[in-house]
């Protein structure tokens, strides 16, 4: 079973940024994929992003695309999520979560990190 921490979310003005980071513990952790998720209020949990278990790709949602940024740092057990740009829309509790081959999130959720924009 994996375990998931999230951090780094914060109040912040319309166009600052953040990192997020989320540490696993999974002794096999650079074999996963591993993606961003988030829910806003009211909301359903909804996918921001995705990294392939080596890096060598990533996958974004259309509403974060280029203006979000996933790493990972294998040897931390760790991904990275830099958000730029920040909108009132953002604002949501992140989450991060291993991925499945089809996208799908695969353990259980952590507390996540919670992102408030203000205008």
């Known amino acids: 079973q994996v375990q998931l921490v999230e951090s780094g979310g914060g109040l912040v003005q319309a166009g600052g940024s953040l990192r997020l980071s989320c540490v696993a513990s999974?002794?096999?952790?650079?074999?996963?994929?591993m993606g961003w998720f988030r829910q806003a209020p009211g909301k359903e949990r909804e996918f921001v992003a995705r990294i392939t278990w080596s890096a060598g790709r990533t996958y974004y949602a259309d509403s974060v695309k280029g203006r979000f940024a996933i790493s990972r740092d294998n040897a931390k057990s760790t991904i990275y999520l830099q958000i730029n740009s920040l909108k009132p829309e953002d604002t949501a509790v992140y989450y991060c979560n291993t991925i499945t081959p089809t996208g799908r999130p695969s353990s259980s959720w952590g507390q996540g990190t919670q992102v408030t924009v203000s205008s």
């Open positions: 999974a002794r096999t952790f650079s074999t996963y994929a």
